[in-house]
Structure formats: structure tokens, C-alpha cells
């Protein structure tokens, strides 16, 4: 058992030295096909060419996007932000996917943009379509699955499978909670912040005073509390109370 590991984990480095390799060549960081991570979050929408992707990435930003009856109108991965109440969430659209997708001149590179993203939408009208888009992304060591990944070197991502005849912007919260954060307003003299602090699922009220100043932390007091992780309005909490989506927190010092 140990050494059918061994063998996984050197072939695993093997492929990521080669896609490394591989991204130098090709001029990683170019503005062809690199995007700078924006917003609460990220999803990226996969499907065949044709497929819907302009289509519905218009639809949940609200933005133009360049839609067409021909093939491969896409042909550099396009980014959009789509507003979900008082946050916005990075959309990009990746260009169509076929078979060999990963070994195409800038397949691997373009790919790698998943590694960013937290939610993948699947655009696919069959099961075929569905397991083709799912293999070229597994040759790049992304998954599609629900399950959390301790491995280095490959990435989990966590999918909505969608068709053309689905499309809505009900897509919108869902990708919010496959998201697993939570929205925290800070509250100061009375005035509650009109942007909130983004922060991980399950994150503490010390994480908030962390995000706000390194000195809220060392100096806390308490904090008070509004919201749905509260039992009450202005309750008193210290900093390891867990915090929800929609709370208000505000910190006093010493």
C-alpha cells in the first residue's frame, strides 16, 4: 500500500513540474488567459462551445458579452461580476471545451484558472457532455465533487450542473452558499458599514476584529452582536462566538 502511494504522489509531482513547466513556457500571467481574482468569490462556467456560456454569464452579471451563432466565439476566458445582494462574485466564462481540450496550445493554462475558483457551473445537455468536460478538467488535477481535498496537488471543486433550459438568475444564491462564506458588517458609533467583511463559514468574532486591525485583537474588550448568530439584539460576545451570514458586529476596545 505504501509504496502503490509512494508511486501516486511522484507521479502527481511529475504532472504538476510539467504543468508548471508547461505555464512558463506559455508565458503565465499574460493577458490572454490570466485573471486577477476579484470579489467575495469565484465561479468559472465550463461547457462544449455553443453551449449557453455567454449567454448566462450575461444573464447573472447584467453585463454585455459577446454571443454568437458561431463556434468558439470565446476564444479567451472572459470575466464578469455578478451582484448578489450586498457582495459581488467573480463570473468567468471559460472558452468551450472539447475533447483534447487539455493538450491544445493553451488548454492547460486556460484550465488552471479553475485552481482559483471555488464553484464551477457545468453547462451540459447530456450525461456525455457532463463526463467530457469532467475528464479534460481531472487531466489538469481538478475534480468536480462536494468533497474538501488535503491533497497538495490537486484541487476539489465544488459544482452546479445546469442546461440552457434551466438558466436563471436563481443560480445566483445558490453559488453564494456553495461559496461557504459569510458576510459580516462592521458597526462603529452607531453606523453599520455599507460593505461587508467577507470571511469563511464557521469564522469567529476574532477573525472579524483580525480582518478589521491586528491591534483590534490584541486590545478587544468585547463585542456586540446583531444578527442571526445573536440571541438577542446587542448581545455581549467575546472573540471565539462563531458568527453567521448577516451578522453585525461591533468591537469595543481597551
Known amino acids: 500500500g505504501t509504496e502503490k502511494m509512494q508511486a501516486q504522489i511522484k507521479k502527481q509531482i511529475s504532472k504538476m513540474i510539467d504543468q508548471?513547466?508547461?505555464?512558463?513556457?506559455?508565458?503565465?500571467?499574460?493577458s490572454q488567459s490570466s485573471i486577477k481574482k476579484e470579489g467575495a468569490g469565484q465561479c468559472v462556467i465550463f461547457g462544449k462551445t455553443n453551449s449557453g456560456k455567454s449567454t448566462l454569464l450575461k444573464l447573472l452579471s447584467g453585463k454585455d458579452v459577446k454571443i454568437s451563432e458561431y463556434e468558439y466565439t470565446t476564444r479567451v476566458p472572459i470575466q464578469k461580476m455578478i451582484s448578489f445582494e450586498n457582495v459581488k462574485i467573480q463570473g468567468i466564462e471559460i472558452p468551450g471545451i472539447y475533447n483534447g481540450f487539455y493538450e491544445s496550445k493553451n488548454g492547460r493554462q486556460i484550465l488552471s484558472l479553475a485552481r482559483i475558483a471555488e464553484v464551477a457551473i457545468i453547462i451540459s445537455e447530456n450525461k456525455a457532455d457532463f463526463d467530457m468536460i469532467k475528464?479534460?478538467?481531472?487531466?489538469?488535477?481538478?475534480?468536480?465533487?462536494?468533497?474538501?481535498?488535503?491533497?497538495?496537488?490537486?484541487?476539489?471543486?465544488?459544482?452546479?450542473?445546469?442546461?440552457?433550459?434551466k438558466f436563471n438568475k436563481n443560480l445566483i444564491p445558490k453559488i453564494w452558499k456553495l461559496l461557504d462564506k459569510i458576510r459580516v458588517q462592521t458597526k462603529t458609533s452607531g453606523k453599520i458599514a455599507k460593505k461587508p467583511i467577507v470571511l469563511e463559514s464557521k469564522s469567529r468574532v476574532e477573525d472579524v476584529a483580525r480582518t478589521i486591525?491586528?491591534?483590534?485583537?490584541?486590545?478587544?474588550?468585547?463585542?456586540r452582536l446583531w444578527g442571526p448568530s445573536a440571541k438577542f439584539d446587542s448581545q455581549q460576545v467575546g472573540l471565539e462566538h462563531i458568527c453567521k451570514d448577516g451578522d453585525i458586529v461591533e468591537i469595543f476596545t481597551k
Open 213 to 223: 486591525h491586528q491591534d483590534f485583537v490584541k486590545n478587544f474588550r468585547y463585542a
Open 20 to 30: 508548471i513547466s508547461f505555464e512558463k513556457k506559455q508565458g503565465k500571467g499574460s
Open 135 to 165: 475528464n479534460e478538467l481531472e487531466k489538469s488535477g481538478i475534480f468536480l465533487t462536494r468533497k474538501k481535498s488535503d491533497n497538495p496537488f490537486t484541487k476539489n471543486l465544488t459544482y452546479i450542473r445546469t442546461s440552457k433550459a
